[in-house]
């Protein structure tokens, strides 16, 4: 018998159907003692809260998510909305006693993070950031490899992650579809919705960053806003390049922008090793490439390792299908779900917790501040 998490979703777009989807098959595929209930959905436009609903079979439906948190029947609160209200719902579910699971970033900044952060551990609620980039398989075996010492002293870790899809200068600001544009509600620009996650997994893999150097970059500088209608200025960052350095003392690159014609989401990641390199790439997340110099010199090459094993070598995949057959982006997310869930039962608690995604973003308020100073800022 599996207890029943009733789960509470505020927000139905993108993430909303990302979360959903992995609610739902997850217990499909991974043996749990919990079970998600898809109980509510909250949105402020009720024929789209309805139609969400119908689609992915949540019981009942709210546009008001005071009201969502405020029910008896709601164990899980799962924030799926703009960045600028993380911080008052993750603060008013935790109060009332609910688990909270927190799209990423977890906040504006880092002093909306400490608050959350302070509100989850006083309230002793179990709470999840969704960086789900460290649930894909081969990602996850980048991190085993490192752990065990494979790669040796890490000298270098470089991060890439483009998209294209800012470009025209016609494309509005605000809005639901476009908030990701307006710095009041995402705060910043690639730095938090991109560069967010290539930090993420960055810290988890190589450990902290102390200190960074960054430029950015506003290619167009007014855009039209969805909301009042007029020709306003642009406060997000369009594109990001900074330069770390870790605690370990390695040093490490980071780029991002929106504006790299021909890439819709190129994230790729390398760590150099004293004895071994890897990289990964996410258009082929199901491979990582390998290079170990204890090779034979002859047979010494890059080696392209197919992730997809059965025989527990391979992370998460003796869930899924036969070995050699592929598993895609969705399941990062059914991964992390599994992950989380579990973690309620043993209560050792599933990474990244609000506490882990704060050095993010104190990682993110440091490159914005480099970019504005044009100096090195020290990570606090």
Known sequence: MTKSLNIGLIGCGFMGRAHSNAYRKVNNFFELAHRPVLKAVCARNADQANAFATRWG??????????????????????????????????????????????????????????????????????????????????????????????????????????????????????????????????????????AHCIDTALWINGGIQSVTAMTETFIKERKHNLTGKVEKVGIDDACAFLARFNNGSLATFESTRYARGHKALYTFEVNGEKASLKWDLQDLHRLQYFDHGDESRLRAWKSIHVTDHGGEHPYMDKWWVPGLQIGYEHSFVHQVADFLQGLETRKPAGPTFRDALETQKVCDAVLASAKTKQWVKVK
């Open 58 to 195: 949540y019981e009942s439906v709210e546009t008001d998510w005071k009201k969502l948190i405020s029910r008896k029947d709601i164990d899980c609160v799962d924030i799926c909305v703009p960045n600028n209200l993380h911080h008052d719902i993750a603060i008013a579910a935790a109060k009332a006693g609910k688990t909270v699971l927190c799209e990423k970033p977890l906040s504006m900044d880092t002093k909306e993070g400490q608050k959350m952060v302070a509100a989850v551990e006083k309230a002793k609620v179990p709470n999840m950031v969704w960086y789900n980039y460290r649930r894909v398989p081969a990602v996850t075996l980048a991190k085993q490899l490192v752990d065990d010492g494979k790669l040796g002293r890490i000298f270098h870790y470089r991060a890439v992650f483009l998209q294209d899809w800012t470009i025209s200068a016609d494309l509005p600001q605000g809005g639901t579809a476009l908030w990701r544009l307006d710095a009041k509600s995402a705060g910043s620009g690639v730095t938090g919705d991109l560069l």
